[in-house]
């Protein structure tokens, strides 16, 4: 990122989505793990995980907020990189009636749909399986000896990102779920996108955390390393007008905790702006006010752990995900927190990046009989609390 020294000796950057100057940082969070959602086969591995630094600036111009001190090359999606989150019941129920309304919606029945970013190809598969449809899906972290049995007909990988090479691929819809917060150059990537679209009649459904949840609703785990950008409706209804799309919706789902926006390719250079965007002069008031919100909250679970040691009671965190990782090395609980629960099979039995706990599976749980767990996620306590009663036990849980 560029920065310029103010006179004053602070510095002002550029912001990466409308490319203005003079950019304040308004939080540090120096030393955090750079990757979250990479396993570790080993404690001494886990230990010793590479580290990097979160200083976070606010483009007052566009509401955007971004990573200054992010540096790419500390970056390396391999296929060892796991953030699936179709175990959860919950979200799976989230990324079925989406797939639904988007086939419903664009009536995707007999169509072609591109997935950038796929992952383990799990949303693709519902958007082809609930339409007839046939998809392709780009992601260079793709493994094909992921999948569980054989590749349904009309399903392809493509194990590449998604750029005008790939221009001949026709898409009547193009979704990207949860990858835009990881791309250093979002411009450059959505000016991609639009030069590999032309002008097909194609839908783009586009999703990522929504960073005023993380500032309105304290959401202070979800500030991560392996994220350069954080995005408000205002910056990414701004990152797609600006690359040529007309931005028909811009909406927050999953209890405010993402932020969608749905466009299609514009006739002129920029797109036109159909949907509302958020209040800047409130995210201005977030902003200032998030770094000692931050602390409050990071306090009062350093009391909260401190209490639960004391009474001699055994905690364990449930969700290996960022938010967990991010909650251990924030309050650094080795000593209070012995192991994390996560339902997804491919994380147990592997360690924390920078903390070190072992993860396990919930059946664990029967002989090491925890008082406390901390859910990650208050969208998951119901589900949580159904697990551990399925299991005999009836610990205390509270969310973060
Ligand atoms: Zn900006």
Redesign the pocket.
């Known amino acids: 990122m560029t920065a310029n020294k103010h006179t004053d000796g602070s510095e002002a950057h550029r912001?990466p989505?409308?490319g203005?100057s003079g950019a304040g940082v308004f939080f540090e969070a120096l030393q955090v793990p750079v990757h979250c959602n990479v396993l570790w086969p080993t404690q001494a591995e886990a230990l010793a995980a590479p580290r990097g630094d979160i200083r976070l600036a606010f483009?007052e111009?566009?509401g955007?907020i971004f990573n200054v001190a992010f540096d790419p090359s500390l970056m390396t999606y391999t296929q060892q990189y796991e953030n699936s989150l179709h175990f959860s019941p919950r979200f799976q129920q989230f990324a079925e009636s989406l797939a639904a309304r988007l086939v419903e919606r664009y009536n995707l029945h007999g169509k072609d749909i591109i997935e950038i970013g796929c992952g383990k190809g799990d949303f693709l598969r519902l958007l082809c399986e609930l339409g007839g449809n046939r998809g392709v899906g780009f992601d260079p972290s793709y493994d094909p000896a992921l999948m569980d049995g054989d590749l349904p007909d009309g399903l392809t990988f493509v194990q590449d990102f998604y750029s005008p090479h790939y221009a001949d691929y026709k898409a009547d819809l193009i979704c990207c779920r949860h990858v835009l917060e990881h791309i250093e150059q979002p411009t450059a990537f959505i000016a991609n996108v639009r030069r590999a679209v032309g002008m097909q009649d194609a839908a783009l459904y586009f999703e990522v955390p929504n960073v005023l949840y993380t500032l309105r609703d304290r959401g202070i785990w979800d500030v991560i390393y392996e994220h350069p950008s954080y995005y408000s409706a205002a910056?990414l209804g701004a990152l797609f007008t600006a690359s040529g799309f007309d931005v028909h919706s811009l909406e927050e789902t999953y209890q405010g905790q993402f932020l969608s926006v749905e466009a299609t390719p514009a006739a002129a250079a920029v797109g036109r702006q159909h949907a509302a965007t958020s209040d800047r002069q409130a995210m201005r008031r977030l902003v200032s006010s998030f770094a000692e919100s931050y602390r409050t909250k990071v306090s009062a679970w350093q009391r909260t752990l401190a209490n639960i040691t004391t009474a001699g009671q055994r905690a364990v965190i449930w969700g290996a995900g960022s938010k967990g990782v991010t909650f251990l090395n924030t309050l650094r609980a080795q000593d209070s927190i012995g192991f994390v629960v996560d339902i997804n099979p491919r994380k147990q039995g592997q360690y924390v990046a920078g903390t070190g706990q072992e993860i396990v599976p919930p059946e664990f749980l029967q002989e090491y009989r925890p008082d406390v767990v901390i859910v990650m996620n208050p969208i998951y306590m119901q589900e949580i609390q159904q697990m551990t009663a399925d299991l005999g036990l009836m610990p205390t849980l509270i969310h973060v």
Do not use: L
Request: aromatic share 0%.
């Open positions: 912001c989505v409308c203005t483009c111009a566009c955007h910056s």
